[in-house]
C-alpha cells in the first residue's frame, strides 16, 4: 500500500482543516479520519471525479462504503432467514397462518378490485 498526500485539485472548496495525525476528528455530523488506498485504486476513483461522476474522491469514497455496507447488513439478514426453508416446523406453521387470513386476503383482494374499477 502506498500513503497519499490530499491532492488539492479533487478539493471542490477551500477549507482550513487541522492536522490529525493518526487520529479521527469530529466535524458536525461526520468524522475525519486518515485512509490509505493502494495507488491503483486511487487513480481510479481519481478518474471517475475528473469526469464528474462525483463531487470528490471523498464523497465517493463515502458512497462506496455506503453501499458496501448495505450489502454486508442485507446479506447478514438475508442470511438469518436462510434456515426457514428448510424448517419443517416453520413451513407448517406458515401454512398454518396463511390458512387462516386466506378469507380475509381474499375479501382485502376484491375490495381493492372494486376500488380500481370504480364500483
Excluded: W
Excluded at 497519499?4 to 468524522?31: C, E, W
Excluded at 469526469?51 to 438475508?78: G, M
Excluded at 436462510?82 to 383482494?109: H, I, P, T, W
Amino acid at each position: 500500500m502506498c500513503e497519499f498526500v490530499y491532492d488539492i485539485s479533487m478539493r471542490n472548496h477551500n477549507v482550513k482543516r487541522p492536522a490529525t495525525r493518526g487520529r479521527t476528528q469530529k466535524t458536525g455530523h461526520n468524522l475525519q479520519t486518515t485512509l490509505r488506498l493502494p495507488k491503483q485504486l486511487y487513480e481510479r476513483i481519481k478518474s471517475h471525479v475528473q469526469r464528474h461522476q462525483t463531487v470528490s474522491v471523498n464523497e465517493f469514497i463515502v458512497n462506496a462504503l455506503s453501499a458496501y455496507v448495505r450489502a454486508v447488513e442485507r446479506k447478514a439478514i438475508d442470511d438469518a432467514f436462510l434456515g426457514m426453508a428448510d424448517d419443517k416446523q416453520y413451513q407448517r406453521e406458515a401454512l398454518m397462518v396463511a390458512e387462516q387470513f386466506a378469507a380475509s386476503d381474499a375479501e382485502s383482494l376484491e375490495l381493492s378490485e372494486r376500488d380500481l374499477i370504480g364500483t
